[in-house]
């Protein structure tokens, strides 16, 4: 079956850095754009970092550009978001999304990342 693994999160400090990891199975990797999403406490689910199918095309959200880097592995199946330069308003659960050419969209379970002083 379909699986999107997300790993990575947890709490630091402002100004330091995570590196979240999404390994995923069940679906042909190449065929899927990836993307990165948060939700904040009391606040809507919003696109963080989004890569096409090829690693050609990749867009940011405003508030993390500059700061955040997506990539993916293809021979790993693997999409990765690189956070530098954390705030705390990067504080949120981040979830992983696969969005497949033929079979429709796919979400991992999410991790949370803290960051506080």
């Known amino acids: 079956q379909v699986q999107l693994v997300e790993s990575g999160g947890g709490r630091v400090r402002p100004g330091e850095s995570l590196t979240l990891t999404c390994a995923t199975s069940g679906f042909v990797f190449n065929f899927a754009a990836m993307s990165w999403y948060r939700q904040a406490p009391g606040k809507e689910r919003e696109l963080v970092a989004h890569?096409?199918?090829?690693?050609?095309?990749?867009k940011y959200a405003d508030s993390v550009t500059g700061r955040f880097t997506i990539s993916r592995d293809n021979a790993k199946s693997t999409a990765y978001l690189q956070m530098n330069s954390l705030k705390p308003e990067d504080t949120a659960v981040y979830y992983c999304?696969?969005?497949?050419?033929?079979?429709?969209?796919?979400w991992g379970q999410g991790t949370q990342v803290t960051v506080s002083s």
């Open positions: 890569i096409s199918s090829t690693g050609g095309g990749i």
């Open positions: 999304n696969a969005q497949h050419l033929t079979r429709g969209d796919f």
